[in-house]
């Protein structure tokens, strides 16, 4: 079973539509938890971190479920710059923040 | 501050050649890193340093070396370069502490092997 997985994709979605990814981990002692973007042939960049509580960041909310080991990102409204590929990514225990990423869920928002 | 600069962004390597992929910070992070992404996945970590002088194995560190004799440079060398070694790579940094702040990644280098 793979330290991160992630609905495989690809998500298709017209403008406006309401667009849900999910995501679960496998090692029950994993600490923080991230949404990171990717837009084609680029770096990684932090979407959003996903708190207990659960955390809203404008049109993208995040939930993390510890006891069943999910996460989710939900994206309102959608936009045409919203399309990337979404990666879940796990901070595992320990000091030396490795971070596990999922194999990303792409994204196309279409006119 | 430039950030995480990764050098070169495209590189095409024959069989058996040796080359070593460049990256700097200048943010002074303690933590950096290398990772891999081959097509249609996920990053995956090579090794990683917690400060000058301290580098760690990841999770495909085969056919791979770092060193790290400052904060800034972390160089990853490939000694004899083989066709799955084709892919990009990104280096990435990190403050020490702090578990919810953002690694900062380089633009990644595009590594052909032929």
């Known amino acids: 079973r793979k330290e991160v997985e992630q609905d495989p994709g690809p998500f298709n979605v017209p403008e406006g539509a309401t667009v849900a990814f999910n995501c679960t981990y496998s090692?029950?002692?994993?600490?923080?938890f991230f949404w990171y973007r990717q837009d084609c042939r680029k770096e990684p960049k932090l979407l959003m971190s996903?708190?207990?509580s659960g955390n809203e960041d404008g049109r993208f909310t995040a939930q993390l479920n510890r006891a069943s080991q999910y996460i989710s990102l939900l994206i309102r409204d959608s936009k045409l710059s919203d399309s990337a590929t979404y990666l879940c990514?796990?901070?595992?225990?320990?000091?030396?923040?490795?971070?596990?990423f999922g194999s990303g869920t792409q994204l196309t928002v279409l006119p | 501050n430039a950030g995480v600069t990764q050098t070169p962004k495209f590189r095409i390597l024959k069989i058996g050649q040796s080359m070593t992929l460049q990256c700097t910070q200048d943010?002074?992070?303690?933590?950096m890193y290398w990772y891999r992404q081959d097509p249609g996945m996920g990053l995956k970590l090579i090794y990683y340093?917690?400060?000058?002088?301290?580098?760690d194995k990841g999770e495909v560190p085969n056919g791979y070396n770092v060193s790290r004799s400052t904060t800034e440079d972390f160089p990853l060398r490939l000694e004899l370069a083989a066709p799955s070694q084709t892919s990009v790579y990104f280096c990435?940094?990190?403050?020490?502490?702090?578990?919810?702040?953002?690694?900062?990644f380089g633009n990644g280098t595009r590594l052909t092997v032929t």
């Open positions: 990435a940094s990190g403050p020490r502490g702090h578990l919810n702040s953002p690694l900062h």
């Open positions: 090692n029950s002692a994993s600490q923080s």
């Open positions: 996903v708190y207990s």
């Open positions: 990514v796990v901070l595992a225990s320990g000091s030396a923040r490795q971070l596990t």
């Open positions: 943010m002074n992070h303690n933590y």
């Open positions: 340093s917690v400060g000058a002088g301290i580098t």
